[in-house]
């Protein structure tokens, strides 16, 4: 039995290697995978790009939280924002931005003029709604935008607070 | 008992349900391992270095095996993988609900629907256990190539 299963094991490692060597999905036999946050440094996500907004880590988001000036963006939906958000934050769920001119609709959302820090997150490592609309705010001419992809979870595992409203149904 | 066990018939039962429910889960992973690799990556659980060779890997055992199974080749070993790969699977979607329960992330594109198929994932998981068992202790060897 161990023999045959460390043939198999063989095998496929060997199918596996060669039919990644010609089909058009390969991957790299290493890939950059980020592990979880350990507070130090921000959390990158792996869909992230070249021209995305900057990412920041605990550090950095409490750092500007205390400092009060930046608008905190809570990306995801409404009740999530509900359960528990960072204080102060904004919702603008990302998977309900309404139809029409996004642009108008951000700027009356966040009333903050176009160069004003923004941090946008969502729950955290799975999330990616704080990177979507964090390239979409970027793409509608606001400057100064970074994502705390660490997000809410982070944020409570590094013993910050969460803000709770009456509206959260769980 | 023993002779329910070592019947031709249920084993061969066994091995098809199996062998076709592995061989169908390796496709979309053989065929886009990209998607494959960043679905482990969400379960924070293997090394970032190992996913990308995990990912490429697994499928094909999972390929294998389930062959292996439906035809008899290499029977035993086969057995034994799928018994390992279940239980991965079994560990991996519990601590994933567990977590994903108490994380409340509206992420994944649709989080409760990412809970939901993974309630379904584990139950379906469960489901197949008996059938390993029986193969495990099964003495048949009838409609087998080379077991």
């Known amino acids: ?170 | 008992m023993r002779a329910v066990i070592d019947n031709d018939w249920l084993t061969m039962v066994s091995r098809l349900i199996l062998g076709i429910t592995f061989i169908y889960a390796s496709f979309y992973k053989i065929i886009d391992p990209g998607s494959f690799a960043k679905s482990i990556w969400y379960y924070h659980m293997v090394p970032g270095s190992l996913i990308n060779m995990m990912a490429l890997v697994m499928p094909w055992l999972e390929f294998l095996c389930g062959v292996g199974l439906i035809l008899g080749i290499y029977f035993r070993g086969s057995v034994a993988w799928i018994g390992v790969m279940l239980m991965v699977f079994l560990i991996a979607l519990v601590s994933a609900i567990s977590r994903g329960l108490s994380i409340d992330c509206g992420c994944f594109k649709a989080a409760a629907d990412a809970t939901g198929s993974a309630w379904r994932s584990l139950i379906f998981d469960i489901v197949l256990i008996p059938f390993l068992v029986q193969l495990l202790l099964t003495r048949s060897r009838r409609w087998m190539i080379r077991p």
């Open chain 1, 1 to 170: 039995m161990v023999r045959q299963a460390i043939i198999l094991l063989l095998l496929a490692v060997v199918l596996a290697l060669a039919v990644n060597a010609v089909s058009p999905n390969s991957i790299p036999y290493v890939g950059k995978w980020r592990e979880l946050s350990s507070g130090e440094g921000p959390v990158i996500p792996p869909e992230a790009e070249e021209g995305d907004p900057p990412f920041i880590g605990i550090e950095v988001a409490r750092m500007e939280h205390d400092q009060g000036e930046a608008l905190f963006v809570d990306a995801r939906e409404p009740m999530e924002f509900a359960c528990g958000t960072i204080p102060g934050s904004i919702n603008v769920p990302f998977d309900y931005l309404p139809p029409g001119d996004l642009g108008q609709y951000f700027d009356s959302t966040l009333g903050v003029p176009k160069d004003h820090p923004i941090i946008i997150f969502c729950s955290g490592e799975e999330c990616d709604l704080s990177l979507h609309l964090a390239r979409n705010m970027q793409a509608f001419g606001y400057t100064n935008v970074e994502i705390f992809f660490g997000g809410s979870r982070e944020w409570a595992e590094f013993g910050e607070p969460l803000e709770r409203s009456p509206e959260c149904e769980q």
